[in-house]
Protein backbone atom coordinates (compact mmCIF):
# COMPACT_ATOMS: atom_id res chain seq x y z
CA UNK A 1 0.00 0.00 0.00
CA UNK A 2 1.00 3.03 0.15
CA UNK A 3 3.32 4.67 2.22
CA UNK A 4 4.59 7.95 2.72
CA UNK A 5 6.99 9.13 5.24
CA UNK A 6 8.37 12.70 5.50
CA UNK A 7 11.39 13.59 8.12
CA UNK A 8 14.18 16.84 8.10
CA UNK A 9 11.55 19.22 9.88
CA UNK A 10 12.94 21.08 12.95
CA UNK A 11 13.19 24.60 15.14
CA UNK A 12 15.74 26.84 12.95
CA UNK A 13 16.08 30.98 13.61
CA UNK A 14 14.64 33.13 10.51
CA UNK A 15 16.98 32.68 8.05
CA UNK A 16 18.22 29.20 8.34
CA UNK A 17 17.47 26.44 6.09
CA UNK A 18 16.03 23.20 6.05
CA UNK A 19 16.27 20.08 3.95
CA UNK A 20 12.97 18.23 3.53
CA UNK A 21 13.05 14.25 3.14
CA UNK A 22 10.01 12.17 1.91
CA UNK A 23 10.41 8.13 1.05
CA UNK A 24 7.82 6.70 -0.93
CA UNK A 25 6.56 3.19 -0.96
CA UNK A 26 3.70 1.18 -2.72
CA UNK A 27 3.26 3.09 -5.98
CA UNK A 28 5.04 4.13 -9.04
CA UNK A 29 6.95 6.51 -7.98
CA UNK A 30 9.71 7.15 -11.08
CA UNK A 31 6.49 7.68 -12.90
CA UNK A 32 4.45 9.50 -10.72
CA UNK A 33 4.41 13.96 -10.53
CA UNK A 34 5.16 14.72 -7.22
CA UNK A 35 4.44 17.73 -4.89
CA UNK A 36 5.11 19.19 -1.53
CA UNK A 37 2.33 20.35 0.57
CA UNK A 38 1.86 21.84 4.12
CA UNK A 39 -0.14 23.09 6.56
CA UNK A 40 0.22 26.21 9.13
CA UNK A 41 -1.79 26.30 12.54
CA UNK A 42 -5.66 26.65 12.20
CA UNK A 43 -5.11 26.87 8.39
CA UNK A 44 -5.98 24.27 6.20
CA UNK A 45 -3.31 22.39 3.43
CA UNK A 46 -1.89 24.32 1.03
CA UNK A 47 0.06 23.18 -2.01
CA UNK A 48 3.78 24.39 -1.78
CA UNK A 49 5.85 23.02 -4.46
CA UNK A 50 5.72 20.25 -7.49
CA UNK A 51 7.81 18.46 -9.63
CA UNK A 52 7.02 16.46 -12.85
CA UNK A 53 8.48 12.80 -12.16
CA UNK A 54 11.57 13.25 -14.94
CA UNK A 55 12.40 16.42 -13.00
CA UNK A 56 11.97 18.47 -16.03
CA UNK A 57 9.61 20.23 -14.55
CA UNK A 58 8.45 22.25 -11.26
CA UNK A 59 6.38 24.85 -10.33
CA UNK A 60 6.29 26.75 -6.78
CA UNK A 61 3.32 29.07 -5.20
CA UNK A 62 4.64 32.94 -5.43
CA UNK A 63 5.81 32.76 -1.60
CA UNK A 64 8.47 29.87 -1.84
CA UNK A 65 9.66 31.12 -4.98
CA UNK A 66 13.37 31.81 -5.09
CA UNK A 67 13.72 30.24 -1.55
CA UNK A 68 12.86 26.48 -2.11
CA UNK A 69 14.00 23.79 -4.41
CA UNK A 70 12.06 20.85 -4.83
CA UNK A 71 13.84 17.87 -6.54
CA UNK A 72 13.91 14.06 -6.12
CA UNK A 73 16.00 10.83 -6.47
CA UNK A 74 13.46 7.97 -8.84
CA UNK A 75 16.73 5.45 -7.86
CA UNK A 76 15.62 5.93 -3.66
CA UNK A 77 12.10 6.80 -4.37
CA UNK A 78 12.71 10.18 -2.96
CA UNK A 79 11.44 13.16 -2.61
CA UNK A 80 13.24 16.48 -1.60
CA UNK A 81 12.30 19.97 -0.36
CA UNK A 82 15.59 22.50 0.09
CA UNK A 83 14.36 25.75 1.99
CA UNK A 84 16.25 28.69 2.25
CA UNK A 85 15.82 31.78 4.11
CA UNK A 86 13.44 30.50 5.75
CA UNK A 87 10.79 32.68 7.79
CA UNK A 88 8.42 32.66 10.48
CA UNK A 89 5.28 32.27 7.88
CA UNK A 90 6.99 29.11 6.97
CA UNK A 91 5.73 27.24 9.78
CA UNK A 92 3.55 24.35 9.34
CA UNK A 93 3.64 20.49 9.00
CA UNK A 94 4.99 19.78 5.63
CA UNK A 95 2.91 16.85 3.66
CA UNK A 96 4.58 14.86 0.44
CA UNK A 97 2.13 13.17 -1.81
CA UNK A 98 1.37 12.99 -5.86
CA UNK A 99 0.54 15.69 -6.85
CA UNK A 100 -2.89 14.61 -7.99
CA UNK A 101 -3.61 13.62 -4.14
CA UNK A 102 -6.88 14.20 -2.72
CA UNK A 103 -7.60 14.29 1.02
CA UNK A 104 -9.25 10.79 1.00
CA UNK A 105 -5.99 9.51 -0.42
CA UNK A 106 -2.98 7.77 2.03
CA UNK A 107 -1.33 10.52 3.79
CA UNK A 108 2.13 10.35 6.14
CA UNK A 109 2.51 12.03 9.50
CA UNK A 110 4.11 15.00 7.97
CA UNK A 111 7.02 16.78 9.35
CA UNK A 112 7.12 19.72 11.56
CA UNK A 113 9.14 22.87 10.31
CA UNK A 114 9.15 25.64 13.15
CA UNK A 115 10.78 28.86 12.35
CA UNK A 116 11.19 31.33 15.04
CA UNK A 117 11.54 35.06 14.61
Known amino acids: QVQLVESGGALVQSGGSLRLSCAASGFTFRLSAMAWYRQAPGKGREFVARISWSSSSTAYIDSVKDRFTISRDNAKNTLYLQMNSLKPEDTAVYFC??????????WGQGTQVTVSA
Open 97 to 106: NREAAGPYDV
